[in-house]
């Protein structure tokens, strides 16, 4: 939650005017409390599928039907990290953040990051987030994608939306940083993309 609100400010958004940031597929809602501390006249409000024990401040929202209970363009930023690669829906849900939202930030896992590589070889299998299971599961990554393949579409959907896109790439903190540069489909850990108005 710290790194998407240094990754915001490092951006066009200035969080310090906006009024509504909403966070889809929020999970235990932690960048509320994070936002919040730091911008207090900023509204953050959750959605996500399940709503966990004891959590505040959630709203519960099918993100397969991707649908958003806001007009166009009436939330200042909206937030969706680590969560369209769980989706089957996520490239109309991807519109609908575009939809209304003025500012959008998406964060993706590399899905081929070379310790991912490293336990499909040593395992033999790609489960639990990929893979056959005996079981169905509640939850798995039914998206599987290279750095390259992320990117060309965050920039389609930019381009779709008359959307100006910052990329940033996070090496994995393991390794030196160049490694993210000379082959980013092992080395780059997390894409985010920031979609702001033109």
């Keep these: 939650p710290q790194e998407i609100v240094r990754l915001l400010e490092a951006s066009n958004v200035d969080l310090a005017k906006a009024k509504l940031l909403i966070d889809v597929g929020c999970g235990p809602n932690i960048l509320r409390d994070v936002a919040v501390k730091k911008y207090p006249s900023l509204s953050v409000v959750g959605y996500d599928q399940y709503i966990l024990d004891g959590v505040r401040d959630i709203r519960t929202v099918d993100l397969e039907n991707a649908k958003l209970p806001y007009a166009d363009g009436e939330v200042d930023v909206a937030v969706c990290s680590h969560v369209l690669e769980h989706v089957d829906n996520a490239h109309s849900l991807t519109d609908e953040l575009c939809r209304v939202a003025k500012n959008v930030i998406i964060l993706l896992p590399n899905s081929i990051l070379w310790t991912t590589v490293a336990k499909v070889v040593l395992r033999r299998s790609l489960l639990p987030m990929v893979g056959?299971?005996?079981?169905?599961?509640?939850?798995?990554?039914?998206?599987?994608?290279?750095?390259?393949?992320?990117?060309?579409?965050?920039?389609?959907?930019?381009?779709?939306?008359?959307?100006?896109?910052?990329?940033?790439?996070?090496?994995?903190?393991?390794?030196?940083?160049?490694?993210?540069?000379?082959?980013?489909?092992?080395?780059?850990?997390?894409?985010?993309?920031?979609?702001?108005?033109?």
């Design 132 to 198: 056959l299971p005996l079981e169905k599961p509640l939850d798995r990554h039914r998206w599987i994608y290279t750095v390259d393949e992320a990117t060309r579409w965050m920039q389609h959907v930019a381009g779709k939306w008359s959307r100006n896109l910052d990329v940033l790439y996070r090496t994995d903190w393991r390794l030196p940083t160049f490694l993210g540069r000379v082959n980013p489909d092992l080395f780059v850990l997390e894409m985010s993309y920031v979609l702001t108005p033109r």
